[in-house]
């Protein structure tokens, strides 16, 4: 009983420690942001840049604040978080149904291999007059390119994590006479889950990237939009603001994602 009573305070001890160093990592984290504020309004304010160019803290709060009065900044918030997590869900489900199938048949991966290789080298922001060409000038542009950002990654990543399952599982599976679609859903899916989680999280970057490339191109609201907006008549407050808030969501949305990995660890 007593061994067990240490065990269990050995155990508590250690996620204390971990729970005390999560806590350091991200006080770390706020005190980094914090000096780097401080130090680009300091050096606004003697002089050493020139707030016209890089703007300052001061000066995105006061611009954040007018455009929440004016309905401008919620109303593009809103477009392009809408457009990123359509195209983050359209890009992660069908990447991943698209590494399924190549799994599935050895030849159609076989053949296809030079042409996903190829794809995802394809600077995909060259396609853009084609895009909206082809699927027109609006948000399903927009979408458009999110998703052909990020669906080749997701399917070679998820392609990969596919291949590297234990083949020697695979066989013992095959010698209880299972078959391919249990093998896939018992065995291969699992294994892949934390693998899945990392995309996931590329998925949230690459998708950010996507849509404001699109929103670059073409459009007539959105966080991109206002950026190039803001670029057109030299008000390069209204730049900055816009791409912090870009950043703010973008780490929103990685944080639901790491929230929902760290409940699958569990």
Same mark, same amino acid.
């Given at each position: 009983?007593?061994?067990?009573?240490?065990?269990?305070?050995? *155990?508590?001890?250690?996620?204390?420690?971990q729970? +005390? @160093?999560?806590?350091?990592?991200? /006080?770390?984290?706020?005190?980094?942001?914090?000096?780097? #504020?401080?130090?680009w309004?300091v050096?606004?304010?003697?002089?050493?840049?020139?707030?016209?160019?890089?703007s300052?803290?001061?000066?995105?709060?006061?611009?954040?604040? @007018?455009?929440?009065?004016?309905?401008?900044?919620?109303?593009?918030?809103?477009?392009?978080? *809408?457009?990123?997590f359509?195209?983050?869900?359209?890009?992660?489900?069908?990447?991943?149904?698209?590494?399924?199938?190549l799994?599935? $048949?050895?030849?159609?991966?076989?053949?296809? @291999?030079?042409?996903?290789?190829v794809l995802? $080298?394809?600077?995909?922001?060259?396609?853009g007059?084609?895009?909206?060409?082809?699927?027109? /000038?609006?948000?399903?542009?927009?979408?458009t390119?999110c998703?052909?950002?990020?669906?080749v990654?997701t399917?070679?990543?998820?392609?990969?994590?596919f291949?590297?399952?234990d083949?020697d599982?695979?066989?013992?599976?095959? $010698?209880?006479?299972?078959?391919?679609?249990?093998?896939?859903?018992?065995l291969? +899916?699992?294994?892949?889950?934390?693998?899945?989680?990392?995309v996931?999280?590329?998925?949230?970057g690459?998708?950010?990237?996507?849509?404001v490339?699109?929103? *670059?191109? #073409?459009?007539?609201a959105?966080?991109?939009?206002?950026?190039?907006?803001?670029s057109? +008549?030299?008000?390069?407050?209204?730049?900055?603001?816009?791409?912090?808030v870009?950043?703010?969501? /973008?780490?929103?949305?990685?944080?639901?994602?790491?929230l929902?990995?760290r409940?699958?660890?569990?």
């Amino acid at each position: 009983m007593k061994k067990g009573n240490n065990i269990t305070g050995k *155990y508590q001890h250690f996620l204390k420690a971990q729970k +005390i @160093d999560y806590l350091t990592t991200k /006080a770390y984290q706020i005190l980094l942001l914090m000096v780097f #504020v401080v130090i680009w309004e300091v050096l606004t304010k003697v002089g050493i840049v020139d707030p016209f160019f890089f703007s300052s803290p001061s000066r995105i709060c006061i611009t954040f604040v @007018d455009l929440v009065k004016n309905g401008n900044l919620l109303q593009h918030m809103l477009i392009t978080l *809408y457009e990123t997590f359509l195209g983050f869900i359209i890009a992660t489900v069908l990447g991943t149904l698209i590494a399924i199938l190549l799994w599935w $048949s050895k030849k159609t991966r076989d053949v296809l @291999d030079p042409y996903i290789v190829v794809l995802n $080298s394809l600077p995909k922001i060259a396609l853009g007059p084609l895009i909206i060409i082809w699927v027109g /000038a609006g948000m399903s542009s927009i979408i458009t390119m999110c998703v052909l950002i990020s669906i080749v990654i997701t399917t070679l990543s998820m392609l990969s994590s596919f291949l590297s399952c234990d083949e020697d599982k695979i066989l013992l599976m095959k $010698s209880f006479g299972a078959k391919k679609y249990q093998i896939l859903t018992k065995l291969i +899916i699992p294994y892949s889950i934390p693998d899945f989680m990392s995309v996931l999280k590329i998925n949230v970057g690459m998708s950010w990237v996507g849509i404001v490339m699109g929103e *670059y191109l #073409v459009s007539k609201a959105g966080l991109g939009y206002l950026i190039v907006y803001g670029s057109q +008549i030299f008000k390069l407050d209204i730049v900055l603001t816009s791409t912090v808030v870009l950043c703010v969501l /973008a780490c929103i949305m990685y944080g639901i994602v790491s929230l929902i990995e760290r409940k699958f660890k569990r």
